[in-house]
């Protein structure tokens, strides 16, 4: 099993705007510009961030968002979606009404047709928006896939009965725990998992400091140091600045960490040379895409471990 996939799907945005109805529990999004102008900073941000990636070799499949209907988050596909090695696609339930309209089969159906990539089952969660039960991929649950492992911060947006169902479905063990951050002087859920966590091959970025119960955070260090992560830490204000939401890709040479600006420039030199020590770290200038949307880098990639069928 590999843990770094060696091509992503990124989705172009259409209509990238603040969402209120995500906003009720992603701390992360501030509404400060207007749709035009929201729309016209994410696209500048968006191909600036693709044209990086594919300078060091990273193979990408960008496909556009619709015009309609409007999809204000689209650009963070790996929530709707994720592809894994063994040929399974799955589709996740997602809390937001507005987000749900994009889960697109035609997308799916692209990535075999004209890229030829094998699909052997779909997996399809979706129908648990029934039963106000939600997981949203791999923003939900942080996957070392090497160890067949699971990472997940339970919260309105991660159901526990769903991770263990899919980690049932994929023969993976799920550390689950809960994940908090202080809003208005409140300890409040973390709106998903990999704004807090990344797993690397070698290593671990975490904010243990969101863990508030004592046992929790000693069984994900526990989980890490059992699979030979070394645990590189960040404070709380690094994990503001998405120093969590970073991914793992495998360019032309080598591997890099990706993150955005904002992340890399919250580092210490300290944590730096830690990571670099590992893999290079490659950043972008996401502001406005972090400041509206409330997420970042690594949520703008679904990393694609689908095998290629032979053509």
């Excluded at 600036?48 to 209907?69: M, Q, R």
């Excluded at 999809?71 to 009404?97: Q, R, T």
Aim: proline residues 3%; glycine residues 4%.
């Amino acid at each position: 099993m590999n843990q770094i996939c060696n091509h992503i799907l990124m989705i172009e945005p259409a209509a990238f705007q603040f969402n209120s109805e995500t906003a009720t529990n992603n701390f992360y999004q501030n509404n400060k510009l207007s749709e035009s102008r929201s729309q016209q900073l994410a696209l500048e941000e968006f191909s600036a961030f693709v044209e990086k990636l594919k300078n060091k070799g990273i193979s990408i499949t960008v496909i556009k968002d619709t015009e309609t209907p409007i999809k204000p988050d689209a650009i963070f596909p790996n929530n709707w979606v994720s592809f894994h090695e063994n040929g399974v696609v799955i589709l996740f339930p997602m809390w937001a009404e507005n987000r749900r309209q994009e889960r697109r089969l035609d997308l799916i159906n692209r990535l075999e047709k004209k890229h030829h990539f094998k699909i052997k089952k779909q997996l399809d969660f979706s129908f648990y928006e029934k039963e106000n039960k939600f997981l949203e991929g791999t923003g939900s649950m942080v996957l070392d896939r090497k160890n067949k492992m699971c990472y997940a911060a339970i919260s309105v947006r991660t159901h526990e009965e769903l991770v263990q169902k899919l980690c049932d479905e994929m023969n993976y063990s799920a550390i689950l725990f809960s994940a908090n951050q202080t809003i208005k002087g409140r300890r409040v859920p973390i709106y998903h998992t990999n704004v807090m966590m990344t797993i690397a091959d070698k290593y671990a970025v975490i904010c243990l400091e969101t863990i508030d119960d004592t046992n929790e955070k000693e069984k994900v260090v526990k989980a890490l140091k059992k699979t030979n992560k070394e645990i590189i830490e960040i404070t709380a204000s690094q994990k503001n600045c998405f120093a969590g939401n970073s991914l793992q890709v495998m360019g032309n040479d080598c591997v890099y960490l990706i993150m955005s600006s904002n992340a890399f420039h919250s580092l210490s030199s300290q944590q730096v040379a830690k990571i670099e020590s590992f893999n290079p770290i490659l950043h972008s200038d996401l502001t406005t895409i972090e400041n509206i949307g409330g997420g970042s880098a690594r949520c703008m990639m679904a990393e694609v471990f689908l095998p290629k069928s032979k053509h």
